[in-house]
T-cell receptor, first 114, second 114 residues
């Protein structure tokens, strides 16, 4: 089955700096890659996603890149703010037999230091 | 517009007991997926239901079962609870089953097995 690896597990940055989280996946059939932000005690919140026919997508301070050949994708957060502090999960989704199976990475705990 | 709702919020059960968790998807969404999130890890896929039919199942034992009702709400049942079943159980809704669709999570049910 699909395996998603995520690095780093923890990341501390100064407010205003950029943060980059990297993920790799194993199954070339994966075609959808969402990123979720989860604050302590709260639900995972979809922040950005990318489909396999696109190489890059940007939404204000957040961008995601996808390299299908290398099977890796990354989340970039620019001008970080304290409210960006949370655990971020990458995921890879395969459509198989009429259903969508989403495999999550192990998470990156981002701390933005004011 | 209400998001995904889940009940109960918290639950404490004893080993060997049975538990039922409930989920109501976003209005108009026909697909519900269930995930188990153990502390410090990413969500793990349990089931996906669409139009009242099971469309996919993750690597979970037969003690786990689910169903979807005509109004697209869903129940997750776990029999013969084990200590290792203690986790946050998340429900996610999406418009459809197959393909690459955004999934939106509910707040989760925190299950503690003693």
């Amino acid at each position: 089955g699909e395996n998603v690896e995520q690095h780093p597990s923890t990341l501390s940055v100064q407010e205003g700096d950029s943060a980059v989280i990297k993920c790799t996946y194993s199954d070339s059939a994966s075609n959808y890659f969402p990123w979720y932000k989860q604050e302590l005690g709260k639900r995972p919140q979809l922040i950005i996603d990318i489909r396999s026919n696109v190489g890059e997508k940007k939404d204000q301070r957040i961008a995601v890149t996808l390299n299908k050949t290398a099977k890796h994708f990354s989340l970039h957060i620019t001008e970080t703010q304290p409210e960006d502090s949370a655990v971020y999960f990458c995921a890879a989704s395969i459509s198989s037999g009429g259903y969508q199976k989403v495999t999550f990475g192990t998470g990156t705990k981002l701390q933005v230091i004011p | 517009d209400a998001g995904v709702t889940q009940s109960p919020t918290h639950l404490i059960k004893t080993r060997g007991q049975h538990v039922t968790l409930r989920c109501s998807p976003i209005s108009g969404h026909k697909s519900v997926s269930w995930y188990q999130q153990v502390l410090g890890q990413g969500p793990q896929f349990i089931f996906q239901y669409y139009e009242k039919e099971e469309r996919g199942r993750g690597n979970f034992p037969d003690r786990f079962s689910a169903r979807q009702f005509p109004n697209y709400s869903s129940e997750l049942n776990v029999n013969a609870l084990l200590l290792g079943d203690s986790a946050l159980y998340l429900c996610a809704s999406s418009l459809y089953s197959g393909g690459a669709h955004e999934q939106y999570f509910g707040p989760g049910t925190r299950l503690t097995v003693t």
